[in-house]
Every structure is written in C-alpha cells, then in structure tokens.
C-alpha cells in the first residue's frame, strides 16, 4: 500500500519556527560575565578571556544531532576561514548534555568543521549567553560586547530550504561592526533545536522514565526516532530523552509530532496517528516533575521492528535505481532525478506488494516508482507503483487485490534529494512482491484529481481551487487518498457527491507539506452510488504563512516547491469480472459499421480539438512539447515518440483513444 508521496526537509520538522514559545524567554546577556575555558574535542583548550587579541568573536552553539546545526556547521565553517584575515575568530560551543564527547567529534569530522569546537559540560557556557537554541550565534566585540545574537541567516527553517539566502543577519552583523557602523539589526530569533540542559528541578512527581513514559514514546515515536531510522534523534534511551525534553513537547504541543493531519471528524484511516491527551499530560507531567528515571523492572519491552525491508515477507525480486551511487551535494536544491530500470518481465506481473528502500535516509526526501508500460498495451490509470516518504508503515495490498504491470514495462524512479551539510551517496531500490494471476479478484490503479489552469495572485491568504476525478469505474472501491499540493499550501478537503447530496470524506484543515500522507481507508469504500469526487484545495501566499517563498508572486503550476500543484491522487481496485445486471438490457438495433466510424472519428476530433486549444499556448495550431507541463506528461504519458519537438495529431489520438 502506498504510504506516502513527496515530502521536503522531514528532519527539519522536529525544529522550531521564528516565533519564541514560553519557554524560549531571551535573558539578556551581561557584559563582563561572557569568559570560559573549556576543553575543545581534540583534547585542547579554548579560552574566551576578558581582552581577546581578536576584532571580534563568534560564539556558535551547535548540537551534534539537530537538523539546522547540521545544515549550518558547513556554512560557519566557510564564514570563519573567509573572516580569519579580518580578525574575526569563531568558536564552537556544544552544552547539549544528550551529545556526549564522541557525538561531537563525529559531527566536527562529518562537517568538516576546522575552527575549535568546544564541549560544555553543565551548560555553564549556555548559561552565561542565556543561549537557547542551536544554531544560535552571538557576536562580541573586543570588549565582550554582544553586538549580534540569533539566526545565521534565513536559508533553512523548519520545513524549508531555500534555494537562495534573502537575509545574510550574521555576515551583514559582522561587516557593519568591521566597518565601524553601527548593527543594524542586532538581534534576532535563532531557528533550531532547544540546547539540552542538565535539569536541576526537585522531583515532584510519581511518573517515570520506565513505567510510564517509555510506553508513551514506545507506542508513538520510537518507529523513526531510533537507530538507523529517520529520526534525527533517538528516543529510546534516558539521557537522550532528558536532553530533547523541551524540544519533544514543543514538537507535540505544536501538533507537529506524531504527524497527522487529518481532522477526526471525517473518515475513518488505518494509518491514522493519535496521541491522546491523557499519554500528552504524561509526558508534560514527567518533564516539570523532575524527569525521574524509575525502576528498571518496570520498563516495557521494546518493540520490534525489521530492519530495511517492512514488508510481511521478503521481497521476491529487488532492483535498484542504478548500479552507480548517485551523489548528493553537500547544499543547494538538486532537481528531480529519474532513473530508468529494465527488470526484464517477458509476461505480466500483478504486484501485491511493493517497497522502495531508501539506500540514505538522510537525503531521501521522498521517492515514487512509476510504470512505465510499451506503447500500445493494455494499462489503466496513472502509472504509480509505489512511493517512499519518512515515515511510512508499509503492507501488502488488501486480499485478492494486485497491480498489473504488462509484459515489457519499465521501472521509473522519481527521486528527490535534499541536502545535509555534508556529500552524501545514494543507490535506492525496490522490493516487490507477486501475485498469482488466478487469484487476483481486482485490479489496483491509480486515477489522478488535478487542476493546472490556477493563478494564484500575491499576498492572498486563502486562495481556493478545485477538481475532481472525471471518471469513477464502476463497481470500483476506493482504497487510499493522497493530496499534494507544495509549501502555499493550506488544506485540502474531499467531497463525496451522490446525487443532490455532497459528503466530506477527507478533511485536512492544516495541510503540512513535510508529511505527504498517503490516508489509507481502514476498509474499502465501494464507489457504486458515487456520482463524483470532487476536492477543494486552499492556498495561502500571503506573508503569514512562514514557509511561503515570496508572497508577492503571481504562482502557477509548476514542479518546484516554490511552485505549486494542486492533485489528488486516488487508489483504486475494479473488479476484473464485472457482475451483470439479473434482467438483460433490451438490445438496441446496431449501427451500421460507416456510422460507428463517422461517429468515433467525430469524438476523437472533438479531443483533438480540445486538447490543442488547452496546451497550444503561442496559439499557432500545433502544441510543442515545452508547451505540456512536465506533470501531464509525467502523469498523462503525454510523449514526443519521433523526437520531433511537436505532439503530433497521430499522438494526441494514441491518448484519447
């Protein structure tokens, strides 16, 4: 069962946005009390004394595990060696007690990091900034002055990563005080994880680690936060989970963890992700009382979990996206890579299960397998195999159901990379089960919702668009919904129209463009008395939306995420013997051979016609493959077979046949 479908920065998600919480309140910082020494990873000592020989000093506190400290250890780094000349020297600073001295030395090698980094045990350092986050910088003059204290910049925030900087904060800091100008903006709101203090509070509570929390975080989180899995962090250990405290229930207190989205007054999702309020009090309880550890025989046993494939069974065959690593950057936004594999099926396959296996989880932000079938062979909706995002659970297909892949198709991975901080290398692939023809009683497929004649003007907080599925097959049953839409997107609701009565089926009020669930039905829903499904999607380009990229654009369709989409995507199952009515239909007399001829040859004009007017945009009578939209060529196998540039008229008619 598909789980998910293109998903942007997950790590990024466990991190904090701009604005400060109650328990992020800025202490300001007292000149004079900003000396230390401490010991730095590689056994040497670092000193911040009251009259530093440097113009100015940057105190950088990262964490060895936090996303945005990650992403921005390399552009510190390369800050720090272009400063050096100027008289400027940086220093990092890790307080987070989670992160032990290995941690640290693992992330100064992984990032390349080449100016001290220093390990403050007790977060006495942290204390003296009255430093809150990581990254979080402060920039102090030769007088220990704090000039600057925040952000590095405004690249990369929780969910986003621009392709470009639009607000450089700590190089325009540190150019004004170098040039003898006053800072313009001195102080901003730092993005990332909260440091991990060593907590002083008395114990007040009867909670503990072992009894109780450890079973809360055993049943909702350790699937992804654990070695190995996609979560940035583990949360199966005490003194890790000690020191994300205050990040974990900020995480779920935003609603950001665990991560669902649909409303529960609709539908009803086997997929679906719920922390009750009783098991939230829980960990709230645990963290003001006191973090008590407990008795080690009451600690729950762990569950279990397969490594690599989650699949019932082991895949019967496996093929990966290419034989080569493909290598992934170190930053910056790498475009959609395709990759085409042969897997040499001389007949038809029905797939009943499918996995894609990311090789890097770190910089798989999602990947989707289509079929692609020959021309001409007998295939039905879009060509969705299967598709990855973090955090999925993955199954079989429901009984008797199976995905057909004719004889001769190939295998087309979509994958989309986002990069960490560091080079990274990555070989994906797919594992897939097979079903016995004879025992395949329907056929899976995937139909497509979509809308790509939309415009959304600038600054407009709620703009709407809709569509629906032109063709619902008969005696089909629904079996999953997945809505996209991209970083402007703001809900999603789905309508089940019967006659003069208009259902919601799908509601999700507060769409997230990090987690692109697939929401699977915990039964199939038969489509019978269904007259269409139609949805209504949300934009909202408006400045208060914080991931928004520029809220002064025109946005049109487009596959980039400052672009926008707007689809549904619906799996399907048809039976593949339809039953039949118990009276027969009186015959109508038939039609003479040059009829039926004259009559399609009028409908296949008719699509012709339409489909020139929509794509031909110069209007010259003929459309140019630049002039279809990479989605419909993707989604709608809208193809240039003699390479000519043109979608010629025989072309057209292969689809609309």
């Known amino acids: ?129 009255a430093a809150v986050r990581t990254p979080e910088v ?79 975080l ?35 207190d935003d609603g950001r963890m665990p991560p669902w989205h649909a409303s529960p007054k609709y539908g009803h999702y086997a997929n679906a992700r719920f922390m009750s309020e009783d098991e939230k009090k829980i960990l709230r309880d645990w963290v003001v009382g006191g973090m008590p550890f407990g008795d080690v025989n009451d600690m729950p046993k762990p569950p279990t979990f397969r490594d690599g494939w989650h699949l019932p069974k082991v895949p019967e065959a496996v093929y990966e996206m290419r034989k080569q690593p493909f290598v992934v950057p170190k930053e910056g936004v790498v475009e959609y890579q395709y990759f085409v594999v042969d897997p040499g099926f001389k007949e038809d396959k029905w797939i009943t299960g499918a996995q894609v296996l990311p090789g890097n989880r770190s910089v798989v932000h999602h990947a989707i397998v289509f079929i692609r079938p020959p021309d001409g062979s007998d295939f039905r909706g879009i060509g969705w195999l299967t598709a990855y995002v973090p955090g999925q659970r993955i199954n079989m297909l429901p009984p008797g159901r199976g995905r057909k892949v004719p004889a001769g198709s190939k295998l087309v991975f979509q994958m989309h990379y986002t990069p960490t901080g560091s080079v990274q290398e990555d070989v994906s692939k797919i594992g897939l089960l097979f079903g016995k023809e004879e025992e395949i009683t329907h056929e ?32 089909a049953e629904l079996l999953a919904i997945a809505p996209h839409m991209h970083l402007r997107g703001k809900s999603f609701r789905l309508f089940m129209k019967q006659k003069d009565k208009s259902e919601i089926l799908l509601d999700v009020p507060n769409y997230d463009f990090n987690w692109q669930h697939i929401y699977e039905l915990s039964q199939p829903m038969k489509l019978d008395s269904i007259d ?38 619906f799996e399907v199952a048809e039976p593949r013997k339809k039953k039949t009515d118990a009276k027969p239909k009186a015959k109508k007399p038939k039609k003479s051979k040059a009829i039926l001829e004259a009559e399609e040859k009028q409908r296949v004009d008719k699509l012709v016609a339409a489909f020139i007017k929509r794509f031909d945009k110069n209007e010259d009578g003929q459309v140019e493959l630049d002039e279809v939209p990479l989605a419909a060529q993707r989604y709608g ?13 025989d072309e057209i008619e292969g689809l609309v046949r």
């Open 1 to 129: 069962m598909i789980r998910g479908y293109l998903k942007v920065l997950c790590l990024l998600i466990l991190v904090s946005g701009n604005s400060l919480t109650a328990n992020e309140k800025v202490e300001p910082v007292k000149t004079g009390t900003l000396t230390f020494h401490l010991p730095t990873v590689d056994g040497k000592i670092v000193e911040l004394t009251e009259k530093p020989q440097q113009k100015l000093t940057v105190v950088c506190f990262l964490g060895a595990e936090c996303p945005l400290a990650r992403l921005y250890g390399p552009k510190l780094n390369a800050m720090s060696a272009a400063y050096e000349s100027q008289g400027v020297r940086f220093i990092g600073v890790n307080s987070n007690q989670q992160d032990s001295l290995e941690d640290v030395q693992k992330y100064v090698k992984r990032y390349e990091i080449r100016f001290p980094m220093a390990k403050d045990y007790n977060n006495k350092v942290a204390d003296q900034f």
């Open 444 to 475: 899976v497929f995937t139909l497509i919702g979509i809308d790509q004649e939309f415009e959304i003007p600038p600054n407009a907080n709620d703009f709407p668009v809709s569509a629906k599925v032109h063709r619902i097959p008969p005696q």
């Open 138 to 216: 402060f920039v102090l003059d030769e007088k220990l002055n704090v000039k600057y204290r925040g952000r590095i910049d405004n690249q990369y925030l929780p969910g986003i990563s621009r392709a470009e900087t639009t607000s450089h904060d700590l190089k325009q800091a540190l150019d004004q005080v170098l040039a003898g100008k006053p800072v313009e903006v001195s102080s901003t709101k730092p993005n990332g994880c909260f440091i991990g203090r060593v907590k002083q509070t008395e114990v007040t509570t009867s909670l503990t680690f072992c009894k109780e929390v450890a079973a809360v």
């Open 637 to 649: 196998r809208i193809r240039d077979r003699n390479g000519d540039g043109l979608i010629q008229r």
């Open 218 to 252: 055993n049943r909702h989180c350790v699937e992804c936060h654990r070695k190995g899995e996609i979560g940035p962090f583990g949360l199966t250990d005490y003194d890790e989970v000690r020191g994300w405290a205050d990040t974990m229930l900020e995480t779920i």
């Open 532 to 569: 269409s499904l139609e949805f209504t999607v949300k934009f909202d380009n408006s400045k208060e939306n914080p991931f928004n990229p520029d809220p002064n654009e025109y946005v049109t369709w487009g596959d980039q995420t400052w672009e926008e989409m707007a689809i549904a995507f």
